[in-house]
DNA sequence: CGGCGCATTGATCTGAATCAAGACCCGTGG
DNA sequence: CCACGGGTCTTGATTCAGATCAATGCGCCG
């Protein structure tokens, strides 16, 4: 992973070389693989540190009682989870791998630390955080408000902006690990249904997807199609005036 | 307002005299009265200062092109938005008041300043701002699980739970602004349907809701009914280790 | 070769949306 | 003082997007 992290912390806002070397220190730790479909997190645990993608595909989800199942977020390559995450005693949500991914366990010390040694570092961090709540918020809307046609291609839209940001891939074609169950509980819908939707998607020409790969022949109708629009992002920024 | 911040900042882990004494000085600022039904920070704005929310309830939201809105959260006395937002350059969803409020406008320098007084106060307001994400993610779940039905006890539920860590009231009966079309927008049904709904959770004893005040008789019960677990408000939490 | 996860298709059902009208409440201006 | 209008709540009739139920096919791996 050609420092995915550090090509989205660059996008909001440019770093000098102390910051990049002081954030290589802090991430640079040990990494496990998880192979597909396992949980590397569970709601309940005890948060013991941050994670890092740094290969593969993963899902924030979280379980009701009965079993109904709903992924509130999407993690890919250079995604920072649980900054901040020490300050509770219980895991909310669960973490599980839907590839096999690579993820590199961060001491909640060493970020800490990385943060206090750079504040340009940590204003990124923080840019970054809040991108992952402003996330959450359009997840809301694209749940309670989109029609599944809507939802599906708002999806793939949002993880074309974030797959260019984190300079993984051009925005038009990449790997898509999700199964019609995955892209199901991250949209609120049946699987049956998506997969019929999937097939009018491609009907009308706005996605190609086969063998786990995608490929967006043109964005923007896609995007129109998604009323998508990429505020939320934030991808680009003034530069934040110093504190 | 009794310091409904206060109060909710240590419900999360206990402040000394110091600690509230900087946190005192910090939003001791100016207080604006916004009429009922008026946005008083739009998608879009430049971020100018944070806002905390004095007396009344308000909503975050978001608005698609063509109309169809959607409630992302909602904020009530003690809640304080938009930590960290001057590091955007756009806001990526509006604020809008429900019934009149009072909110009192934080310069981000201000509260910069408190968090680098105090480490636990620091402490405290990211741990609220991980929960407002971690609700965001319950809401993501909750409308794109639950039925009309549950989504909607979900929230009467969540929103006691609330109202009673801010120490603004009982979990049993308190103050409900929201119109029927606010639920609606809140839980992405349409208001005719919330109408039919309400009047169901009535009739099985679950709420007394008259002239904007709700009445809740078990609040065991109405949770069930919601499939509501607390666990991601974060009530309670050990004392968290010194940095 | 057998089984299992995944994608697909068809038939049917239903929770919630839509369309349409009243009823009620309250503030406001003539 | 009352007529008016707009916001809110309620009710009924109808429609429809998406869920549910049920099979089939298929590729891959042990």
Redesign the pocket.
Known sequence: MSDALLRKLESFAPLFDGDRQVLRVAIDQPVRTVA??RDFAREGDAPRSMHLIVEGWAARHKTLSDGRRQIVGLLVAGDLCDLDLQLVSERDHSLGAINEIKVAEIPFGAIGQAMMDSPRLARALRLDALVVTATSHEWTLNIGQR???ERIAHLFAEMAYRQRRAGLSSSDRFEWPL???DL?DAT????????????QLRRDGLIVLANKRLVIPDLDRLRQAGLFNSNYLHLEQRVAAAV
């Open positions: 597909a479909r029609s599944a046609y199964t019609q169950v199901a609120g819908l049946t699987p049956v249904h998506v997969n019929r939707t999937l097939q």
